[in-house]
């Protein structure tokens, strides 16, 4: 299984964390687990260097941190990897141009004025993640629901690719969803919690206690003051239930009926205790991490050996397959 975390923004959020790290987490044992940092995408967006560097190293950390055990898995970075670019190349020869002009996340991030005008790299974002998932012979693929076009994306290229040039790739297993997998954004419940949007609505798993608290009390709620989950009239107090669930372990039942006839304040106040000590452990663990730079090096040198073996094996196949010459 492949899967993988952007290096951009201030760090990751409960979203990525429900909807994909946590899962990641669990999965490390049962499989043989890629998991890597894709600043190729990064760069699809406009990013400042230095910040780049550094947030790639902290995105590791934060794996690491979060549970992630060099020793039971591949972290690597994608850029070490050249295989990604060389791959995406071959697979960008045979996607249609209407069936690239279809993907939402493109449509959605040429709209925003703040990310600068829409580039190529934006639009063969999808194809370049494909590569990343077919170089490994992936079957499975956790990601959050945001991701399922890309997914889809991957599954008919691979199965064109093996149609018309021979068995090649693996197809991968489609996504398969659990609650937490789409966590929205405080401030907007109608847009998924991002790294690209504004902080307040955003719960960065580095921010400290009184920030967290600050931006739970602050969430866009709804009309009435019932405690109760309805995702098209309450959207607001449905995600803080959801976020509450997926960290207490508890059912979103248990907890309407634990709120009933109290307000949204008693509510908010207990989810900032829940969202604090949830992630409490989890910092103290990144700044020993972060503390300990030969830990991180050695875990992305090991990385990098094991994925560029499997990813030199496939690209290998895939040129014979397409009819390169191969080098003497
Ligand atoms: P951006 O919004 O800037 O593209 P992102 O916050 O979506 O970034 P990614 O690095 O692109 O972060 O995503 C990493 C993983 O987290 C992916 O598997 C993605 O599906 C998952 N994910 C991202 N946002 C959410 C969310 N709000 N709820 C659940 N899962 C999410
Ligand atoms: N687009 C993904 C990040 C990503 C990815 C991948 C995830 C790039 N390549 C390959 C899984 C497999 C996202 O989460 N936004």
């Given at each position: 299984?492949?899967?993988?975390?952007?290096p951009?923004g201030?760090?990751s959020h409960?979203g990525?964390?429900l909807?994909?790290v946590r899962?990641w987490?669990?999965?490390?044992d049962?499989?043989?687990?890629?998991?890597f940092?894709?600043?190729?995408?990064?760069?699809?967006v406009?990013q400042d260097?230095?910040t780049?560097?550094?947030?790639?190293?902290?995105?590791?950390?934060?794996l690491?941190?979060?549970?992630?055990d060099?020793?039971r898995?591949?972290?690597f970075v994608q850029?070490?990897?050249?295989?990604?670019?060389?791959?995406?190349?071959?697979?960008?020869c045979i996607?249609?141009?209407g069936e690239a002009?279809?993907?939402t996340?493109f449509k959605d991030?040429?709209n925003r004025?703040?990310?600068g005008?829409a580039?190529?790299g934006l639009?063969?974002?999808?194809?370049l993640?494909?590569a990343?998932?077919?170089l490994?012979q992936?079957?499975?693929v956790p990601?959050?629901d945001?991701?399922r076009?890309?997914?889809?994306?991957?599954?008919?290229?691979a199965?064109?690719?093996?149609?018309r040039s021979?068995?090649t790739?693996?197809?991968?297993s489609?996504?398969?969803?659990q609650?937490?997998?789409?966590?929205?954004?405080?401030?907007?419940?109608?847009?998924k919690m991002?790294?690209s949007l504004p902080?307040a609505?955003?719960?960065?798993l580095q921010?400290d206690?009184?920030?967290l608290a600050?931006k739970?009390?602050?969430a866009?709620?709804?009309?009435g003051r019932e405690?109760?989950?309805?995702?098209a009239?309450?959207?607001?107090i449905?995600n803080?239930?959801?976020i509450h669930?997926?960290?207490?372990g508890r059912?979103?039942a248990?907890?309407?009926q634990d709120?009933?006839?109290?307000?949204?304040g008693d509510?908010?106040?207990?989810?900032?205790e829940?969202?604090v000590e949830a992630l409490?452990?989890f910092?103290?663990r990144?700044?020993?991490?972060?503390?300990d730079?030969?830990y991180?090096?050695?875990?992305?040198?090991?990385?990098?050996?094991?994925?560029s073996e499997?990813?030199a094996?496939?690209?290998a196949a895939?040129h014979?397959a397409?009819?390169?010459?191969?080098?003497?």
């Amino acid at each position: 299984m492949l899967s993988g975390i952007q290096p951009t923004g201030s760090g990751s959020h409960l979203g990525n964390y429900l909807g994909a790290v946590r899962r990641w987490v669990a999965m490390q044992d049962g499989f043989d687990a890629f998991y890597f940092i894709p600043d190729l995408h990064a760069i699809t967006v406009p990013q400042d260097p230095a910040t780049l560097r550094r947030r790639t190293r902290e995105a590791v950390a934060e794996l690491l941190a979060a549970g992630l055990d060099p020793e039971r898995c591949t972290v690597f970075v994608q850029s070490q990897v050249p295989e990604h670019a060389q791959l995406a190349w071959v697979l960008g020869c045979i996607t249609g141009y209407g069936e690239a002009s279809r993907m939402t996340q493109f449509k959605d991030k040429s709209n925003r004025a703040e990310l600068g005008p829409a580039t190529v790299g934006l639009f063969t974002y999808p194809v370049l993640q494909a590569a990343d998932i077919l170089l490994y012979q992936a079957d499975l693929v956790p990601v959050g629901d945001d991701q399922r076009q890309h997914l889809e994306l991957t599954r008919d290229l691979a199965q064109r690719f093996n149609a018309r040039s021979g068995p090649t790739f693996t197809v991968p297993s489609g996504y398969v969803g659990q609650a937490g997998d789409r966590v929205m954004d405080l401030q907007d419940p109608s847009r998924k919690m991002s790294k690209s949007l504004p902080p307040a609505g955003t719960i960065y798993l580095q921010d400290d206690p009184a920030v967290l608290a600050k931006k739970i009390r602050s969430a866009v709620t709804d009309a009435g003051r019932e405690v109760r989950a309805d995702p098209a009239a309450k959207p607001g107090i449905t995600n803080l239930l959801i976020i509450h669930a997926a960290l207490s372990g508890r059912s979103v039942a248990d907890l309407e009926q634990d709120y009933a006839g109290r307000g949204y304040g008693d509510f908010k106040r207990d989810l900032a205790e829940v969202v604090v000590e949830a992630l409490t452990p989890f910092q103290r663990r990144l700044s020993a991490v972060l503390g300990d730079p030969t830990y991180v090096d050695q875990a992305l040198r090991r990385g990098r050996e094991k994925a560029s073996e499997v990813a030199a094996g496939t690209l290998a196949a895939v040129h014979s397959a397409v009819g390169f010459l191969p080098a003497t």
